[in-house]
């Protein structure tokens, strides 16, 4: 954990370094249009997000809330966000399970929030870095070592990316067909025994 920490600090600082250098203009533009797209990424994840954690959690206040509002003869029933045991009676202290499973719900998506928005911002980054060197890339003009990291780099590129399970098959859409296939088969198998 402490390698990923230092690693991340590491980032951080090449980030605001590049943001300390004296550029161009253009490159400047470039590194603002994408600092800008980050934003926007940012603030349509917090949105969204919002609106879904909003949504979420009203399934479980508003039976507290109507109780109150628009009280019946009965208590309505307890609905959860998600399960959560605890060794208290739940009809006597639902209202405290519901707020503490509310707390923990919001407080993960401040969590996730922060964690992805930050994902976003070095992703951005670093495509815009990608754009800047796209800009003024003269490769062609560069040492023979340069020249020759350039062109392993394109024709790493060629070959795509293979997802494997342990080596033993590729992971793709006509190998997950075959596993639920065989699930199915399985279960019903088992099913009609």
């Known amino acids: 954990m402490k390698l990923n920490d230092l690693q991340y600090k590491m980032l951080l600082n090449t980030i605001w370094e590049d943001w300390s250098k004296d550029r161009a203009k253009d490159e400047?533009?470039?590194?603002?249009?994408?600092?800008e797209k980050t934003a926007f990424f940012s603030r349509m994840y917090f949105v969204v997000g919002t609106a879904c954690t909003a949504s979420f959690v009203q399934q479980a206040l508003s039976p507290i809330v109507l109780d109150i509002i628009l009280p019946i003869n009965?208590?309505?029933d307890v609905v959860y966000i998600f399960p959560g045991y605890y060794l208290i009676d739940d009809r006597k202290y639902r209202s405290f399970i519901i707020l503490h499973l509310t707390y923990v719900?919001?407080?993960?998506?401040?969590?996730f929030v922060g964690c992805d928005t930050n994902y976003v911002c070095v992703v951005?980054?670093?495509c815009g870095q990608i754009a800047v060197a796209r800009y003024d890339a003269s490769?062609?003009?560069?040492?023979k070592e340069t020249q020759l990291l350039f062109v392993l780099?394109?024709?790493?590129?060629?070959s795509p990316?293979?997802?494997?399970?342990?080596?033993l098959l590729t992971l793709n859409l006509e190998t997950f067909a075959q596993i639920i296939k065989g699930s199915v088969s399985y279960f019903t198998v088992l099913k009609s025994s």
């Open 139 to 143: 490769w062609y003009n560069t040492n």
């Open 74 to 76: 009965e208590t309505r």
């Open 28 to 35: 400047l533009e470039i590194m603002v249009e994408y600092a």
């Open 124 to 126: 951005q980054h670093a």
């Open 105 to 111: 719900t919001i407080v993960a998506y401040y969590v």
């Open 161 to 167: 990316p293979i997802l494997s399970a342990g080596g």
């Open 153 to 158: 780099a394109l024709r790493s590129c060629l």
